[in-house]
T-cell receptor
Framework: QKEVEQNSGPLSVPEGAIASLNCTYS??????FFWYRQYSGKSPELIMF????GDKEDGRFTAQLNKASQYVSLLIRDSQPSDSATYLC??????????FGAGTTVTVRA | GAGVSQSPSNKVTEKGKDVELRCDPI?????LYWYRQSLGQGLEFLIY????????KSGLPSDRFSAERTGGSVSTLTIQRTQQEDSAVYLC????????????FGPGTRLTVL
């Protein structure tokens, strides 16, 4: 099993602040990286994917990838209470299989 | 369009009974996955289907677990002689094909074994 590690949190941030989530992975050959958001009692939904080193921005979300350090992060700018959820990092290490981290729970305080 | 659907949404059973969980993927999606998520845990991979075949069953926890997919569409996950440690949310996901990475998840079946 390929390892994907995340801080479990909870990560508590005030409304309007930046939430920073981190993920490390064990397989240096991994090529694709994903962030899923999971609201309590709901199924995961994809919010970002990144393939290349550097930053990728989508609205208030920025994914950052550093393959040399085997590190991927997610920044949530201008955090809103609706961003309160568990964020799952996933890594693809062959042509079909994702390995998921345990997730980081984020709470945005109004 | 319709997303991935799963049934039942909740299942309560007694230890030792068999259960069947159903997944109906997005129409035309050739890849189908089953995962298990225990309370506070990440997603544990169970099995992967490409079409009707299952090239990777490596995540099935024991021989009490089996799955099939017919007609390249609906899949059934069967758990025989359920145990309390089988209690979890069972999630199904589908993917359009090899050209895309995105997996779309169903709402899950919450299984409780008493």
């Amino acid at each position: 099993q390929k390892e994907v590690e995340q801080n479990s949190g909870p990560l508590s941030v005030p409304e309007g602040a930046i939430a920073s989530l981190n993920c490390t992975y064990s397989d240096r050959g991994s090529q694709s990286f994903f962030w899923y958001r999971q609201y309590s009692g709901k199924s995961p939904e994809l919010i970002m994917f990144i393939y290349s080193n550097g930053d990728k921005e989508d609205g208030r979300f920025t994914a950052q990838l550093n393959k040399a350090s085997q590190y991927v992060s997610l920044l949530i700018r201008d955090s809103q209470p609706s961003d309160s959820a568990t964020y799952l990092c996933a890594v693809r290490y062959n042509d079909y299989k994702l390995s998921f981290g345990a997730g980081t729970t984020v709470t945005v305080r109004a | 369009g319709a997303g991935v659907s799963q049934s039942p949404s909740n299942k309560v059973t007694e230890k030792g009974k068999d259960v069947e969980l159903r997944c109906d993927p997005i129409s035309g999606h050739t890849a189908l996955y089953w995962y298990r998520q225990s309370l506070g845990q990440g997603l544990e991979f169970l099995i992967y289907f490409q079409g009707n075949s299952a090239p990777d069953k490596s995540g099935l926890p024991s021989d009490r677990f089996s799955a099939e997919r017919t007609g390249g569409s609906v899949s059934t996950l069967t758990i025989q002689r359920t145990q309390q440690e089988d209690s979890a949310v069972y999630l199904c996901a589908s993917r359009a094909g090899r050209s895309t990475d995105t997996q779309y998840f169903g709402p899950g079946t919450r299984l409780t074994v008493l």
